[in-house]
């Protein structure tokens, strides 16, 4: 039976790079990935098309789906009840179930331009409605009996914060994605044959790059990157009910500091595996197993 992957934030400049990397490592997978931009949803379907012109599988890639000619189209958005329940109806009519969930949601705004609504939008978007659409996606695919997988793009902020020690300006995004990683792991925990798989990375993208260049000693990893070492963590054998791993480049800059993971004070992490880049730079990714 072909594995059954959804994907949120397709939108986003690692949404889009996860959905790519999926199709080109699991090409008998049905896949449905959604976000709210159908300008970028468009262009992420051109792309799959054109990189994938044989590809027999379906794709899926929606702000939702029309379930009855009286329904009308979600915008992608899990906010509400409403939208989150066609959602859930499309991959029930697309899919008919779900084996892996991978959130890649994620708003970042600098703490030092928000006011009272950017704040609590940044809460939102980040962990209350992540958290319920997981819930109720847990409620409505899982029968406790088939493994279901549920993957978290988290941030190496997230992770100072779940060992306590905060670095100096963490941000209501890191707050609130460590929020999330506890919220998801504890939902494993508590669920027979539910399984958490997290992802935790520095710094990565152009505009990253942009930050990093000020630095002068460090870099910002290619998103491409980001995704392939992530679905490598997600779909790594492991029988352990939670894997957290780190993605990051050395050295690594976040929230004005520039450091190694030594500074987030981590106990038990495992290198996998890393590489070169830049001839002296290198990435990695160490995992640790509960």
């Known amino acids: 039976m072909s594995m059954k992957i959804v994907i949120s934030?397709?939108?986003g400049e690692l949404g889009g790079s996860i959905v790519l990397d999926l199709c080109k490592r699991f090409p008998q997978a049905y896949i449905l990935a959604f976000g709210r931009d159908e300008e970028k949803l468009a262009l992420l379907r051109e792309k799959i098309k054109k990189s994938f012109p044989d590809r027999q599988w379906p794709v899926f890639v929606t702000q939702g789906q029309k379930i009855s000619k009286n329904d009308t189209d979600p915008n992608g958005d899990i906010s509400t009840e409403q939208d989150r329940n066609k959602i859930f109806n499309a991959i029930e009519?697309?899919?008919g179930g779900v084996d892996m969930y991978i959130n890649t949601i994620g708003l970042y705004k600098s703490d030092s331009k928000l006011d009272v609504k950017s704040?609590?939008?940044l809460r939102e978007t980040n962990f209350t409605s992540n958290a319920s659409f997981t819930e109720e996606l847990i409620s409505r695919f899982s029968d406790g009996k088939t493994p279901l997988v549920i993957a978290d793009i988290g941030t190496i902020g997230a992770v100072a914060e779940l060992v306590k020690k905060p670095l100096e300006g963490t941000t209501i995004y890191g707050e609130s994605k460590a929020r999330l990683v506890e919220h998801t792991m504890n939902l494993a925990k508590n669920h027979e044959n539910v399984f958490a798989r997290i992802v935790h990375p520095g710094p990565f993208g152009a505009s990253a790059q942009k930050i990093a260049d000020e630095f002068g000693d460090c870099w910002a990893m290619k998103t491409e990157d980001v995704a392939n070492f992530s679905l490598d963590l997600f779909f790594a054998p492991s029988k352990e009910k939670?894997?957290?791993g780190i993605i990051c480049a050395e050295?690594?800059?976040f929230w004005g500091h520039i450091g190694d993971i030594d500074m987030l004070g981590i106990e038990g992490l495992t290198m996998t595996h890393s590489f070169k880049v830049r001839k002296k730079k290198s990435m990695f990714l160490v995992r640790k197993d509960k």
């Open 9 to 11: 934030g397709a939108t």
């Open 119 to 121: 704040a609590q939008e």
């Open 242 to 244: 939670i894997v957290q």
């Open 251 to 253: 050295p690594h800059f």
């Open 93 to 95: 009519k697309r899919l």
